[in-house]
Nanobody
Framework: QVQLVESGGGLVQPGGSLRLSCVGS????????ISWFRQAPGKEREAISCIASRGGSTDYADSVKDRFTISRDNAKNTAYLQMDSLKPEDTAKYYC???????????????????WGQGTQVTVSA
């Protein structure tokens, strides 16, 4: 089972960009599909993107499609979420999560995941 640590959050103006990183421990990293979730105060946790274990396929929620890009570097045990054209409604705590499967089928279900990071806060405000 991998342990995950996110970083890269912060305060950014609307229209700006941030890149989040998710570093995983252990040699099994490349067996796990990695997803990003977010949770705003008073709202349910939302799955926003997933990348397959080998990085061959990705999936996005409609709310972030064409603005966010997920990627991974298995040599560095790291996944990334590049967030562009940020909006105030993107404000949330962002989490990465690992599920022990090759592809992203069912990635929106939190119960599918074996590990979660502690989260990193993203605030989009003028």
């Amino acid at each position: 089972q991998v342990q995950l640590v996110e970083s890269g959050g912060g305060l950014v103006q609307p229209g700006g960009s941030l890149r989040l990183s998710c570093v995983g421990s252990g040699s099994d990293w490349h067996y796990y599909a990695i997803s990003w979730f977010r949770q705003a105060p008073g709202k349910e946790r939302e799955a926003i993107s997933c990348i397959a274990s080998r990085g061959g396929s990705t999936d996005y929620a409609d709310s972030v499609k064409d603005r966010f890009t997920i990627s991974r570097d298995n040599a560095k045990n790291t996944a990334y979420l590049q967030m562009d054209s940020l909006k105030p409604e993107d404000t949330a705590k962002y989490y990465c999560a690992a599920m022990n499967r090759v592809l992203c089928g069912g990635y929106t279900w939190p119960g599918a995941y074996d590990s979660w990071g502690q989260g990193t806060q993203v605030t989009v405000s003028a």
